[in-house]
């Protein structure tokens, strides 16, 4: 199963960023993002196609439906800027972990 | 909030071992619905799973490496590790280990880099 992020994204500082996971029927699974800033580990902003763990802040929102999974940015911050991961779990008959690509966010 | 220190050797010979540890604080490896997983990050480039431990013990790992790794659980020390065989320069990566609800990464250790060279 493959999982299909672009490269990168630009957007200025307070406009909103949409980042996309493409993957066959990919609105049928679960999907999670995380964030991972320049040298550090990743972190979950995401789950479950649209929720965000406690301390996330509400400018993070998800999607999912058909092909599609989107992670939305809003006001878009310097802070932000990172690279982006769409995941999923459990993909027919395995419990595989399988990552997108990743997307680099370039806040202008 | 579960909190994860990962340790080993930084720099592993080719053929030999890479053996990792993740060191769990603030909750329990026993306590159930938790999955302990392993994940590695290539120097620039994307994360790539490794393989995951349930809380009832069921290993799963990547197909591509389930020949060459395994991942056990300790939890009279709280802790879980990663050992990969044969290791060659294409397993050269950074390391993390993550746990969290099974299927996805809640928490994350800081990570380690792990050097295949002679």
């Known amino acids: 199963y493959v999982l299909t992020q672009p490269p990168s994204v630009s957007v200025a500082p307070g406009q909103t960023a949409r980042i996309t996971c493409g993957g066959n029927n990919i609105g049928t699974k679960s999907v999670h993002w995380y964030q991972q800033r320049p040298g550090q580990a990743p972190v979950l902003v995401v789950y479950?196609?649209?929720d965000r763990p406690s301390g996330i802040p509400e400018r993070f929102s998800g999607s999912n439906s058909g092909n599609t999974a989107t992670l939305t940015i809003s006001g878009v911050e310097a802070g932000d800027e990172a690279d982006y991961y769409c995941?999923?779990?459990?993909?027919?008959?395995?419990?595989?972990?399988?990552f997108g690509g990743g997307t680099n966010l370039a806040v202008l | 909030q579960v909190q994860l220190q990962e340790s080993g050797p930084g720099l592993v010979k080719p053929s030999e071992t890479l053996s990792l540890t993740c060191a769990v604080s603030g909750g329990s490896i026993g306590s159930g619905g938790y999955s302990w997983s392993w994940i590695r990050q290539p120097p620039g480039k994307g994360l790539e799973w490794i393989g995951s431990?349930?809380?009832?013990?069921?290993?799963y790992y990547k197909s591509s490496l389930e020949s060459r790794v395994a991942i056990l659980v300790d939890t009279s020390k709280n802790q879980f590790s990663l050992k990969v065989i044969s290791v060659t320069a294409a397993d050269t990566a950074m390391y993390y280990c993550?746990?969290?609800?099974?299927?996805?990464?809640?928490?994350w250790g800081q990570g380690t880099l792990v050097t295949v060279s002679s």
């Open positions: 431990i349930s809380s009832s013990r069921s290993t």
């Open positions: 993550g746990s969290g609800a099974p299927g996805r990464g809640d928490y």
């Open positions: 479950d196609d649209s």
């Open positions: 995941q999923l779990w459990g993909t027919s008959s395995d419990l595989n972990w399988v």
